[in-house]
């Protein structure tokens, strides 16, 4: 696990709080870390697969949305 850079968010899930940290890169070179954890699970992605994560989910409410006429 790599050095922490900043913890940028913190929601809580059924009764379970997630942390969501930037970490520093495994390699020279590397891209940043982002884990996306709590007691009792951890999820590790590269900035940019985050990035792809979070405008997938955005993307699925939107459509959520229109299905449902919100």
Do not use: Y
């Not at 913190?10 to 940043?32: C, M, R």
């Amino acid at each position: 696990m790599g050095e922490i850079i900043k913890k940028f968010g913190a929601i809580t899930i059924a009764e379970s709080d997630i942390d969501f940290e930037l970490n520093k890169p495994h390699a020279k070179g590397g891209l940043n870390s982002v884990h996306i954890q709590s007691n009792k699970m951890r999820i590790e992605m590269d900035e940019k697969e985050f990035l792809k994560l979070s405008l997938t989910i955005l993307e699925a409410e939107k459509k959520l949305k229109r299905l449902k006429g919100l």
